[in-house]
């Protein structure tokens, strides 16, 4: 059984930490099968992509759903007809059905997905609302009863 060291990606990111705390606290993989792999980039202050290498499998057979902060991407190969068929000799591409699940941290959306050569691109942004934001508080100071402008004492 593997290991990994996340606390690395800590320091590195905003957004997924309740992810890599409930990953650091599992074996690592849900039902213990690591298909298909899969990074989570940070791409800006505030956006991230996952990437699921997804060989094999056509647009139509790929299903991503964003519900309540948990990401579940699907994935299904159609059944080959007779016509298409052939007598496989060694199959070391996967093809089997896979569903993957990322929880996402508040204010994470998704914001684009697209399949380009394998790889399943799903692109996230955090985006805190504006009273969530931290906001400046200008300071006044007072004297003799009256209110003065900070910059104006200065």
């Keep these: 059984m593997r290991t990994f060291d996340l606390s690395p990606l800590y320091r590195s990111t905003v957004g997924f930490d309740r992810l890599f705390s409930m990953l650091d606290k599992t ?19 505030n956006s991230y992509r996952v990437t699921i290498a997804v060989a094999g499998f056509a647009e139509p057979e790929l299903s991503i759903e964003a519900k309540e902060n948990v990401l579940t991407v699907k994935g299904e190969k159609q059944p080959a007809t007779d016509a298409q068929r052939a007598e496989v000799l060694y199959q070391g591409i996967a093809a089997r059905a896979f569903e993957r699940v990322f929880r996402l941290a508040d204010f994470v959306e998704v914001k684009a997905a697209k399949l380009e050569n ?3 691109h799903i692109d996230l942004v955090r985006e805190i609302p504006e009273a969530m934001k931290p906001r400046t508080i200008r300071i006044n100071a007072v004297s003799n009863g009256r209110v003065v402008d900070a910059k104006a004492a200065a």
């Design 27 to 45: 074996t690592g993989f849900e039902g213990g099968s690591p298909y298909p792999p899969y990074n989570i980039e940070r791409t800006g202050e």
């Design 118 to 120: 394998g790889l399943l």
